[in-house]
């Protein structure tokens, strides 16, 4: 898949979001990246055979006080080849696209990983 139509599918995902939720998205960078670098690896704590899809790299807006301010912005990387690694077809692609972008963003908004795993089984 060529690069701009994933970069496509990212944006699309981001704006199938409520728009409550996406007002929120103030001071978030979203990238697409082919692959996670050394450091997020690393940051990630993964293990090995482990792969690494999307990462949120900044402060949850649960843990901004009042004195956050002039700060570089977050940061959600999504990684287009690991996905792509994944998906068999361009439909399990859109939705998984889809499942890490709000897998990340759902980060930014402060719900933790063992949280977003139970409402990811449902």
């Given at each position: 898949m060529e690069r701009e139509e994933f970069e496509l599918m990212v944006i699309q995902a981001v704006e199938s979001l409520p728009?409550?939720?996406?007002?929120?998205?103030?001071?978030?960078?979203?990238?697409?990246?082919?692959?996670?670098?050394?450091?997020?690896?690393?940051k990630a704590g993964l293990k090995r055979g482990q792969t690494l899809l999307g990462l949120y790299e900044g402060v949850p807006l649960t843990k901004r006080g009042v004195r956050y301010g002039m700060v570089q912005p977050d940061k959600i990387s999504i990684f287009r080849k690991p996905i792509e690694a994944k998906c068999k077809n361009s439909d399990l692609?859109?939705?998984e696209i889809q499942r890490v972008v709000w897998h990340e963003i759902a980060h930014h908004?402060?719900?933790?990983?063992?949280?977003?795993r139970q409402i990811e089984k449902t």
């Open positions: 728009e409550e939720l996406r007002a929120k998205l103030e001071n978030v960078a979203i990238v697409v990246d082919d692959w996670p670098t050394q450091y997020q690896l690393k692609l859109v939705r908004f402060g719900i933790g990983e063992a949280r977003l």
